[in-house]
T-cell receptor, first 115, second 118 residues
Framework: NAGVTQTPKFRILKIGQSMTLQCAQD?????MYWYRQDPGMGLKLIYY???????DKGEVPNGYNVSRSTTEDFPLRLELAAPSQTSVYFC??????????????FGPGTRLTVL | QQQVKQSPQSLIVQKGGIPIINCAYE??????FPWYQQFPGKGPALLIA?????SEKKEGRFTISFNKSAKQFSLHIMDSQPGDSATYFC?????????????????FGQGTILTVHP
């Protein structure tokens, strides 16, 4: 199993440009997540999905959009890039949201710089 | 509004020392407190987790202690090694309510950068 994969690894955008961060998992997990990680701020949840066709906002959704057409894929879209979106983005997945065991498996991250 | 507060933000110890990282949380949906470890350039990965009905969990050199009445839990690393240098995140299933349903949303602390000198 490849686990959670993310592309690209690095990207530099100009202000106002758009891009899609790709995420895929091969563990047949229903739950998928997008986080951003800023220095000293920990992991902030952007969006999450509980299954194909179902998504919901996390703590910091402004400026981002998501879709979930298949169990495997959960792309994150930035429509009008701003310098405040400079961050490291992590995609994660888990078997369950409810219940007593909720390990999240993380991808390797995408480092995005907006200039 | 920080529902999981982690301290310290950074920690430096000598090899063999016992770094301790602390987390405090607000209301949780259930007792499940994992710690994630992240090396530079990598995504976080589950290190150790404590489940209901136990106050301590040990795996190798890593121990979680849990104080339910104080709503706190901590990570201890015995005989720390330079290879333990990483960022550590605690997490807790913070109680959320939506549409008449209660559930736990795994919420992460701010992270602790640990450096172990040789």
């Amino acid at each position: 199993n490849a686990g959670v994969t993310q592309t690209p690894k690095f990207r530099i955008l100009k202000i106002g440009q758009s891009m899609t961060l790709q995420c895929a998992q091969d563990m047949n997990h229903n739950y998928m997540y997008w986080y951003r990680q800023d220095p000293g701020m920990g992991l902030k949840l952007i969006y999450y999905s509980v299954g194909a066709g179902i998504t919901d906002k996390g703590e910091v959704p402004n400026g981002y959009n998501v879709s979930r057409s298949t169990t495997e894929d959960f792309p994150l879209r930035l429509e009008l890039a701003a310098p405040s979106q400079t961050s490291v983005y992590f995609c994660a997945s888990s078997y369950s949201l409810l219940g007593t065991y909720n390990e999240q498996f993380f991808g390797p991250g995408t480092r995005l710089t907006v200039l | 509004q920080q529902q999981v507060k982690q301290s310290p933000q950074s920690l430096i110890v000598q090899k063999g020392g016992i770094p301790i990282i602390n987390c405090a949380y607000e209301n949780t949906a259930f007792d499940y407190f994992p710690w994630y470890q992240q090396f530079p350039g990598k995504g976080p990965a589950l290190l150790i987790a404590i489940r209901p009905d136990v106050s301590e969990k040990k795996e190798g050199r890593f121990t979680i202690s849990f104080n339910k009445s104080a709503k706190q839990f901590s990570l201890h690393i015995m005989d720390s090694q330079p290879g333990d240098s990483a960022t550590y995140f605690c997490a807790a299933p913070i109680l959320r309510r939506a549409g008449g349903t209660s559930y736990g949303k795994l919420t992460f602390g701010q992270g602790t950068i640990l450096t172990v000198h040789p």
